[in-house]
């Protein structure tokens, strides 16, 4: 996903040996954003069958954290970049929607996976101590979830376009993350595991966010496929058609197994 495509316009007001050393960064960032990208999205499947807690699972999981990361903030540079870039072109909401709509899309799902993400550490690093999730940055991150899911919304219906589908279609991840990270700082100890089903889910939702980057750009360039019309938005929400309900799933499994080894009946 060429996620610094439109810096190139501003660099245009420059000179040329400016421009070309530019590129040249221009190119490295996009490597290590597209590398990133495909490490992560390795790495994320080996804590998934890997034993609990072993070593594969944690080293694997620092490696799809770390490259969560880096995908993560370069999205929302990448948004942030797009929106300068058509302001500096002239180029208005009212006249282009769908341009500010998909910039409006990269950075929501940039900072919800981010948030996801981060969640799924500090659920982890707190768990012996829940009192100390509760920061405040983490709930600043929490809010931000939440804010990301409203300005989707707000977007998505003020200014409509073919993105509007999909802005509505995942705005409650945003909701959703927030919430839940908000009940569990305020009350970490009001649930048996809680940390630990905060931190699958967690995990799991950036794998989501991952697969639908992947789908929707990567595997889009590597096999040539397009699909037009209203299936159009089928990439977008297939991950999360598939992924929610596992993660349901998942946890319902994880709550059972924990209440039986503590003799708590079903």
Known sequence: MNVFNLVFDALLLFDAPLLFDALLLFDALLLVHVVAGFIGLTAFWIPVFARKGGRAHVRAGRVYASCAYVVTLSAVAA?????????VQGIGVAERPELYGFAVLLGYLGVVT????RQGLRVLATRRAPEKLRTPVHEALAWASISGSVIAVGFGMAAWSEVSPVLLGMSPIGLFTGRRMLRLMRDPGGRRMGWFYSHLASMLGGGIAFHTAFIVFGARRLWAWEIDGPLAILPWILPTVVGVPAIVVWTRRYRRKFERRAGVRV
Do not use: D, L, Q, T
């Not at 948004?79 to 302001?87: F, K, N, P, T």
């Not at 981010?114 to 993400?117: A, D, E, G, L």
């Open 79 to 87: 948004a942030a970049g797009r929106i300068v870039s058509y302001r």
């Open 114 to 117: 981010f948030v996801m993400v």
